[in-house]
């Protein structure tokens, strides 16, 4: 017989609160805060923390490159103008993503287009991303999402094809491998997210990394107002934003980068243990390593299939959170069916850039677009796997899983 669920008054697994990140600062991070306090010198121009923070995670990573920028959202948009598109080019990303990866295409007078994700996955698939390719696609965003690589070598492939730049979001998989090689490291320009919930965080904060030279040049200029520093005279070489992070983020930052890749790891060894204790479930899918990549568990993803189940997803998370597991929807919904891009509320009471001449095509969002994106949110829900927690927190995990996977199937 299958235990009582604790939904249905049964004891439940947990009943302790799980370990939070906060232990993750310490002393280190409130001398570095400290410093830059006392020296009065607050800002990123002419500051040695940023610097710091740039040369340290270039060096991780292996990249020539590293730009430190006010948040994941500031990265982004730091890579398109980069790229640099034309108005009215178009370029070609994920549904399964966060607001921040689309925000800088429109902001450039760009138009995101989605394509699918592979069946029951969380990633863009590649003949979906090549159907959607038009004269106009300026840029490919590929996002690594919950902290697994997505098909770098197909997209890496298409972009060689058709000459179109991949731009990697790796907000949410630091230090992931693809084929032994870091995610961010392999397309023209990678994107990381120093936001509260990520491997590395300052509060807010974003890293783009690139190991092309003039790429990176239009970088520093993009996100520091077009401002080229070099000359004695002041000049605005093109028209960029103001994403300079400040010294006081960066303290953090460079604080806490000193640990990530070993935190990285205890995450990835913690994950990997929880996926072993549930990965023989009927129904249960959750977040496999594959061949080819690993997981750094961002958040820890769990899909399940209400046919095989006979419980629906909002019962299984009903169920775990009554059991002491946390667990929740994450996105909701495609980006494409958030109001801001269904209706195409953008700039004042026009759509633009959806309505601009530049635009080659009418560019509609509906239910529907993208069927594989919509059934995986359907499925997929979010667990809390991080570097503090304990085996014993991730057996409770497991044990409450298994229970409410037992009940399920015993109707
Ligand atoms: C995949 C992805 N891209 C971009 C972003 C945007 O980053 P930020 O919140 O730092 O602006 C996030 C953050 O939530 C993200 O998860």
Redesign the pocket.
Known sequence: MSERLAIDGGTPVRTQPFPSRAQGFGEEDMRYVTEVLQSGHLSRVGGAKTKAVEEQFAAMLGVKHALAVT??????HTAVGMINPNPGDEIITTPL?????VIGILYQNALPIFADVVPGGYHLDPESVRRNITDRTKAIIV?H?WGMAANMDAFLAIGEEHGIPIIE?C??AYFTEYRGRHVGTMGRVG?F???Q??HLTAG???LVVTSDDELAVRGRLFADKGWDRTGADRGHLFLGMNYRISELQSAVALAQLGKLKERVARRQELGDKLTAMISDLPGVRPASPSAESGNTY?FYPLAVEEKTLGISRERFMAALNAEGVPCWGWLGKPLYLFEALLEQRTFGTSHHPFDSPAASRKIVYRPGLCPNAEQTLCEAMALTVHEFYSEDDVADMGAAIRKVAASARKG
Do not use: H, P, R
């Not at 948040?71 to 982004?76: K, P």
């Not at 993503?97 to 990866?101: I, L, N, R, V, Y």
């Open positions: 948040s994941g959202t500031a990265a982004i993503t966060d607001m921040g990866t996002v999402l979001d907000a949410q994107c997210s120093l936001q919930s990520k807010d904060g974003g961002w």
